[in-house]
T-cell receptor, first 111, second 114 residues
Framework: DQQVKQNSPSLSVQEGRISILNCDYT??????FLWYKKYPAEGPTFLIS?????DKNEDGRFTVFLNKSAKHLSLHIVPSQPGDSAVYFC??????????FGKGNQVVVIP | GAGVSQSPSNKVTEKGKDVELRCDPI?????LYWYRQSLGQGLEFLIY????????KSGLPSDRFSAERTGGSVSTLTIQRTQQEDSAVYLC????????????FGSGTRLTVV
């Protein structure tokens, strides 16, 4: 059962424009949401997170938005840079230490 | 060490053979996790170790899979009688406490069963 879903497996965006990645979840008990970034042949690295008590968290070029009623979160990257080309995973947790991951979105930033 | 170290980075094995995958977590990290990523899939939880507590094995897909963590540090994931569907990237992560923050992943072991 896929509790965290990422549709649109790949996204191409021009350098300098905005990249928007979407994530939907089914478990209303999730209380922390995270985005990880993964380059080829490397492990995922933590990017940004948000608690369920917030609806927005911003860190430099990265902003995560959470809509609890819709069980939806999104990651905005602006402006997109070529180094942002990677696979982005959405993940969620509910109080234990296990993370449920989506399948990932491949982002390609075109110079 | 500076990061989570996994070995080997790549492993090709024949169907039916046993394999051992190793994870060396960040020194001092009490929590250790194994995940795997099959082709086209997200990261699938396998097993979680926290300190001296009994491990959470609820993600192990079959009794051919086992893992141990010796001395609260290095962990070995063993797959017996490998099958082609076991082919995946096996990722280890460690963290310093009970929070999901500070989850540091290794680079993974790419296992191919032929």
């Amino acid at each position: 059962d896929q509790q965290v879903k990422q549709n649109s497996p790949s996204l191409s965006v021009q350098e300098g424009r905005i990249s928007i990645l979407n994530c939907d979840y089914t478990n209303s008990m999730f209380d922390y949401f995270l985005w990880y970034k993964k380059y080829p042949a490397e492990g995922p690295t933590f990017l940004i997170s948000i608690s369920s008590i917030k609806d927005k968290n911003e860190d430099g070029r990265f902003t995560v938005f959470l809509n609890k009623s819709a069980k939806h979160l999104s990651l905005h990257i602006v402006p997109s840079q070529p180094g942002d080309s990677a696979v982005y995973f959405c993940a969620a947790s509910y109080g234990n230490n296990r993370l449920a991951f989506g399948k990932g979105n491949q982002v390609v930033v075109i110079p | 060490g500076a990061g989570v170290s996994q070995s080997p980075s790549n492993k090709v094995t024949e169907k039916g053979k046993d394999v051992e995958l190793r994870c060396d977590p960040i020194s001092g990290h009490t929590a250790l996790y194994w995940y795997r990523q099959s082709l086209g899939q997200g990261l699938e939880f396998l097993i979680y170790f926290q300190g001296n507590s009994a491990p959470d094995k609820s993600g192990l897909p079959s009794d051919r899979f086992s893992a141990e963590r010796t001395g609260g540090s290095v962990s070995t994931l063993t797959i017996q009688r490998t099958q082609q569907e076991d082919s995946a990237v096996y990722l280890c992560a460690s963290s310093s406490g009970r929070s999901v923050y500070g989850y540091t992943f290794g680079s993974g072991t790419r296992l191919t069963v032929v």
